[in-house]
């Protein structure tokens, strides 16, 4: 079993130290720290666990549930920015990065706090953690064709993605939709909640 950050794994209990367990991974010692630990265990006890890279850039284990593993997508919070990018809540104690690259290049259009993207869990090429943004093709399999009876019906939706012209969403409804920017009152986000009225609805739904 090849030892990789974002994956959950079924670890044994190597030996316990002041601050935690030393957990073995296909050989590989990994810490889980004291504060991940929600009870205690014996040495050779199996336990599920996350693997993440700590501040340090270490191999570490967590009990916590992650909201996505390596390969899926889901919708993340933000909880933090900087220049190199975005941090987004993934239900672990360290927060996930969507890099700068992956950001519209108008830092105005970036995510803010308390928004919500759709994001993929990878790696960088130091087998690290990051975010991917979902593609449209990735957003057209999971969402639902809207229905004509949605005509003039008021809708709610997160921004996936902004271009010159406005935006598209996908709403709570599983539908994809757009918004031209002389329709909105505000300035168009990635990653900002919204809500509307269906104005038009497309023969492909």
Known sequence: MKVEAGTIVTARVERRASFGYFLSVDGQDVLLHEREAEKEWEVGAEVEVFLYHDHQDRLAATRCKPYIVLGEFGWLEVKDASRIGVFLDNGIQKELLLPADQLP?????????????????????????????????????????ATRDLANKDITGYIYKTIAIGAFLLTEGQHLAFIHKDEADEPLRLGQRMSGRVTTNRDDG
Request: hydrophobic residues 40%; aromatic residues 4%.
């Open 105 to 145: 290049v108008a830092k105005s259009r970036w995510p803010r706090l308390g928004d919500r993207v759709y994001v993929q869990l990878e790696h960088d090429r130091q087998g690290r953690m990051l975010a991917v943004l979902g593609r449209e093709e990735d957003l057209a399999q999971v969402a639902e064709p």
